[in-house]
């Protein structure tokens, strides 16, 4: 069980990301119906810690066993989205293949959920114009931290 509620105007979400990169790029996703990108990941589950949940996703989603090298962000972020605020709780991972096998890949993909999700590499150096959200991530992304940081943004 997903580790999100509703309530009648807003919804609280937990949700992990990974930071996947490969010659100068970084892998962004989205659903096929939205216009903006994301960091690939999902909803953590109610009991499962964020760690173990990141190498869920990305092997649910694109059948990739990853290691998790470091957190690099933990946000709180308050932004709309269809018609509904959210309160979402956020940890990205920096996250690395743990086999040698390359998978980039030049145009967009889809990952083992079918057509539901668009994948693409994307160069860091061009993420300022990509639509990617949190927004944060469009500069965050050049330089990763040494550390982890601890961001709260509000879009509300």
């Known amino acids: 069980m997903d580790a999100v509620f509703q309530l009648e105007h807003a919804v609280f979400n937990y949700r992990v990301a990974g930071v996947l990169i490969e010659n100068g790029h970084v892998l962004i996703h989205k659903q096929a119906n939205d216009e903006h990108w ?3 990941g999902g909803r953590v589950e109610v009991l499962e810690d964020s760690r173990t949940s ?4 990305i092997d649910e989603e694109l059948g990739y066993a990853v290691s998790v090298d470091k957190l690099l962000w933990v946000t709180e972020n308050f932004f709309e989205y269809n018609n509904k605020n959210y309160h979402e709780l956020g ?4 996250i690395s293949l743990k086999s040698e096998t390359a998978i980039f890949q030049k145009d967009d993909f889809y990952g083992l959920e079918g057509e539901r999700l668009i994948y693409k590499w994307v160069p860091i150096s061009e993420l300022e114009n990509i639509q990617l ?3 944060f991530l469009r500069t965050a992304l050049v330089v990763i931290p040494q550390s982890p ?6 879009q509300l």
């Open 38 to 40: 994301a960091l690939p």
């Open 54 to 57: 990141i190498r869920r996703e």
């Open 91 to 94: 940890f990205y991972y920096l």
């Open 133 to 135: 959200y949190p927004e």
């Open 149 to 154: 940081q601890h961001l709260i943004i509000r």
